[in-house]
């Protein structure tokens, strides 16, 4: 009777090489050491460390540095506050920390995910296409497209952080129903 050779026990049951997503829509947290990089460079460019932003930001310094590291994960609100201290908008926050990266896009994610299917959708695909290729789509002329956004917008209940959080929070989750849940 041959033997065959077989991998211990742990090594067949265990998880190799996965990486977690920048973006998790089950647990609704961003991290990772891109995303913990990409802080920092924003950081960085607003002249600020890692503490000066999680001051700026009102979050736990401890726990901001462990995001630079990518040792640690944040949710919705905490995105919001950073968002806020970068003066980043929702969109231009998560393309420059790489939750929606180019990446993303090539593997199928459709730059127009936060707009409706229909006629809604096809007129800002024409307004790109007139655009000049080399210019940056302007986000307010693509995101007041969004009847949902642009109710966000109007209203008055919400202040200015809530109204970062709950787009960011519309933006990610209409992201991860057209990636599969991750990002």
């Known amino acids: 009777m041959a033997t065959e050779a077989s991998a211990p026990r742990s090594a067949i049951t265990s998880r190799m090489d996965v990486q977690q997503p920048a973006y998790d829509g089950a647990t609704g947290t961003a991290g990772g050491p891109d995303f913990g990089a990409a802080v920092v460079r924003l950081a960085a460019a607003k002249e600020l460390d890692v503490a000066a932003l999680a001051a700026a930001a009102e979050l736990d310094p401890v726990l901001l540095e462990q995001v630079a590291a990518g040792e640690a994960r944040l949710a919705v609100p905490a995105m919001a506050r950073l968002a806020r201290a970068l003066r980043l908008r929702p969109i231009a926050f998560l393309q420059q920390t790489g939750l929606l990266g180019l990446d993303v ?47 966000l917008t109007d209203d008055t209940v919400l202040d200015p952080l809530g109204k970062l959080e ?7 989750r209409a992201a991860v129903q057209g990636t599969g849940g991750r990002l």
Do not use: C, S, W
């Open 166 to 172: 709950v787009e960011l929070a519309y933006l990610l």
């Open 105 to 151: 896009y090539a593997f199928g994610l459709d730059p127009l995910y936060f707009l409706p299917d229909g006629q809604i959708r096809y007129d800002a695909r024409i307004y790109m296409r007139e655009i000049n290729p080399r210019h940056a789509v302007p986000e307010g002329d693509m995101t007041k497209r969004n009847p949902v956004l642009q109710a």
